[in-house]
């Protein structure tokens, strides 16, 4: 049965690629982002556009008026807009923090707190939201990005339990690094920082379609965590059951930042093994 779907940030990236594998399914789409991006996935049957800054609102008043003119319904909410931030505590900015709780976090629960009266009132529906494995694992030099996505996770689990009687799932998505535009958004006032994270987003072997996949997968079973790629799994499983070598590979990772920032290196190799960003 065709579902309807609501897709914010969906001209790209991941989104992009959720729209595409919605629309595969013969799914209704509608991309919600703030810009067209010039994506090839608003001109496919079965999507439509519409502009929305998820730190606005009015934009999400909007976004629900469509949606019950259109359809007077709604199934899938995917909660999928997001910006790439970072930087060490003392060099992020607190107008850099802010941002990043608008968009992040505060963009994820004003379409929650939109579109919930909505889900409860047919009695049904599925919340998906875009975190990060930053929100399970937290790696040095992230703690603006690692504070948001944990805090996607936090109210995910929290709408798991309390939508549950009124038939909403509530699923959240946790990818570890993937070859994304989000590097992109990386624009701080901690270069180093951000020449690591483009570095480690660009390099990945990863692409937002196998995302995607993994996150269809994990709707489909109604799994409230959502892990898609083995990096990320791997991490989890590391912090969780051998913490000791976890620790290790964090200060190490610690380290190899101070080394780079000793260099002023904007281009830096600093690995880490268990990484959180997406």
Not at 92 to 111: F, K, P, S, Y
Not at 165 to 173: D, E, N, Q, R
Request: charged letters at 20%; proline letters at 3%; glycine letters at 10%.
């Amino acid at each position: 049965m065709s579902r309807r779907v609501l897709v914010t940030g969906g001209a790209s990236g991941l989104g992009a690629a959720l729209v595409a594998s919605f629309v595969e399914r013969g799914d209704e789409v509608l991309v919600a982002d703030i810009s067209e991006g010039g994506s090839d996935e608003l001109d496919r049957p079965g999507t439509s556009y519409l502009r929305l800054d998820v730190t606005s609102d009015e934009g999400w008043a909007a976004a629900l008026s469509h949606v019950e003119e259109r359809w007077g319904g709604l199934d899938v909410l995917v909660n999928n807009a997001g910006i790439a931030s970072g930087g060490r505590i003392d060099v992020a900015t607190l107008e850099e923090w802010q941002r990043v709780i608008d968009v992040n976090l505060l963009g994820v629960v004003r379409g929650c707190r939109t579109f919930v009266p909505l889900l409860k009132a047919q009695g049904s529906g599925h919340i998906v939201n875009t975190a990060s494995l930053a929100g399970l694992v937290h790696p040095p030099g992230m703690a603006s990005y690692n504070a948001v996505k944990a805090g996607v996770v936090a109210l995910s689990e929290t709408l798991q339990f309390e939508l549950a009687p009124y038939g909403i799932h509530t699923s959240v998505v946790c990818p570890s690094f993937f070859r994304t535009n989000l590097a992109s958004s990386l624009a701080g006032s901690d270069t180093v920082l951000d020449g690591i994270a483009r570095r480690l987003i660009n390099r990945s072997s990863t692409t937002a379609d196998q995302i995607a996949a993994e996150v269809m997968k994990g709707i489909d079973a109604q799994r409230p965590v959502i892990l898609t790629d083995k990096p990320a799994r791997r991490a989890v499983f590391a912090k969780r059951y051998t913490r000791p070598l976890y620790d290790k590979e964090q200060l190490g990772f610690a380290r190899r930042i101070q080394e780079a920032a000793e260099r002023g290196d904007t281009g830096s190799t600093a690995r880490s093994t268990t990484k959180g960003g997406a």
